[in-house]
């Protein structure tokens, strides 16, 4: 009977051995049937990292094409309690972002995969992980002071290849305080992102560079393209008949309006040099009132005063 119950004790596993039989069973299955992943897809993935397997978090940017993605580990407990604390004691939080090529995924993330983790074994990630540091970038942005959505990024400034360091830039920029004054008519203000690489031309790299003197020539310079913008604007104008912007008034005598007025005011008349109030319809000239009174052409009914 002695023998009966030892056998019967050692061919019935003991609860605690059951549940480890269950989730081995579990990691199998999941291993030879992962659930598939697509890219462009919120769920977080499985990828591997040596003999391991970790979980991932998908990122924005850095593309490189189908074969890369960006993606940050997490603990494969997230978001239960004690999983963030255990995860920077291992080394999970201090990674940012990596660049992590798609033939290492090897789907989207299953609970099952967490005893072939890092975490599980006690071991902290490696130094070498087999994934480069993604890119981030810098952007300096100019929005309309109108409540609109309306305005332009002032400056890109990337890659980096860790957050601190463009933490560091923005700091140095010191926006604060002068998030008003340095585009009239904007609000200048900065924010984090991922870098995309197929626009690599339209970002300046900040490794070896001042920051601070990059945001100053990128404000001068768009202020001397406002600045010629509104003077061909102003040279269109003036190349056209005044007095005719709304209303095509036929040719003869002079005339003009409260546009008009504003831009010849920085012209003088052609014959006393006076403040010019309002130019020819047929000579482009300006005038002031008092010359106007006797400035005539040829064939439009009245003898020609033209000097």
């Given at each position: 009977?002695?023998?009966?119950?030892?056998?019967?004790?050692?061919?019935?596993?003991?609860?605690?051995?059951?549940?480890?039989?269950?989730?081995?069973?579990?990691?199998?299955?999941?291993?030879?049937?992962?659930?598939?992943?697509?890219?462009?897809?919120?769920?977080?993935?499985?990828?591997?990292?040596?003999?391991?397997?970790?979980?991932?978090?998908?990122?924005?940017?850095?593309?490189?094409?189908?074969?890369?993605?960006?993606?940050?580990?997490?603990?494969?407990?997230?978001?239960?309690?004690?999983?963030?604390?255990?995860?920077?004691?291992?080394?999970?939080?201090?990674?940012?972002?990596?660049?992590?090529?798609?033939?290492?995924?090897?789907?989207?993330?299953?609970?099952?995969?967490?005893?072939?983790?890092?975490?599980?074994?006690?071991?902290?990630l490696p130094d070498d992980i087999g994934m480069d540091p993604a890119h981030y970038?810098?952007?300096?942005?100019?929005?309309?002071?109108?409540?609109?959505?309306?305005?332009?990024?002032?400056?890109?400034?990337?890659?980096?290849?860790?957050?601190?360091?463009?933490?560091?830039?923005?700091?140095?920029?010191?926006?604060?305080?002068?998030?008003?004054?340095?585009?009239?008519?904007?609000?200048?203000?900065?924010?984090?992102?991922?870098?995309?690489?197929?626009?690599?031309?339209?970002?300046?790299?900040?490794?070896?560079?001042?920051?601070?003197?990059?945001?100053?020539?990128?404000?001068?310079?768009?202020?001397?393209?406002?600045?010629?913008?509104?003077?061909?604007?102003?040279?269109?104008?003036?190349?056209?008949?005044?007095?005719?912007?709304?209303?095509?008034?036929?040719?003869?005598?002079?005339?003009?309006?409260?546009?008009?007025?504003?831009?010849?005011?920085?012209?003088?008349?052609?014959?006393?040099?006076?403040?010019?109030?309002?130019?020819?319809?047929?000579?482009?000239?300006?005038?002031?009132?008092?010359?106007?009174?006797?400035?005539?052409?040829?064939?439009?009914?009245?003898?020609?005063?033209?000097?």
């Amino acid at each position: 009977m002695i023998r009966r119950m030892l056998h019967h004790r050692s061919t019935t596993p003991a609860p605690e051995d059951q549940a480890s039989v269950g989730k081995s069973r579990a990691t199998l299955a999941a291993l030879r049937n992962p659930k598939p992943w697509t890219r462009g897809s919120a769920l977080d993935i499985a990828v591997r990292i040596g003999p391991f397997v970790e979980r991932a978090q998908t990122r924005p940017g850095d593309d490189h094409g189908t074969d890369m993605i960006a993606v940050t580990l997490v603990h494969p407990d997230t978001p239960r309690a004690g999983a963030s604390l255990h995860g920077r004691q291992l080394g999970y939080t201090n990674r940012d972002w990596l660049r992590c090529e798609t033939t290492a995924i090897l789907g989207t993330w299953d609970p099952a995969y967490t005893p072939l983790t890092h975490a599980a074994a006690g071991l902290p990630l490696p130094d070498d992980i087999g994934m480069d540091p993604a890119h981030y970038a810098l952007y300096i942005e100019a929005r309309k002071r109108d409540d609109t959505l309306d305005g332009y990024t002032l400056l890109r400034l990337g890659p980096y290849t860790q957050t601190r360091h463009a933490q560091q830039d923005y700091d140095r920029l010191a926006l604060e305080g002068r998030e008003t004054t340095l585009v009239p008519g904007y609000r200048v203000s900065g924010r984090f992102g991922p870098l995309n690489v197929s626009d690599h031309e339209l970002f300046t790299d900040p490794h070896d560079a001042d920051a601070p003197a990059l945001l100053d020539a990128a404000v001068a310079s768009r202020s001397a393209l406002g600045l010629d913008e509104r003077r061909r604007g102003s040279r269109d104008r003036m190349s056209q008949p005044l007095g005719t912007h709304e209303h095509g008034a036929a040719p003869g005598r002079c005339g003009t309006d409260e546009t008009d007025i504003a831009i010849l005011r920085t012209r003088t008349c052609h014959r006393c040099a006076n403040v010019a109030t309002t130019a020819c319809r047929i000579c482009q000239r300006p005038l002031c009132a008092t010359c106007t009174a006797d400035h005539h052409h040829e064939g439009y009914g009245s003898p020609s005063t033209d000097d």
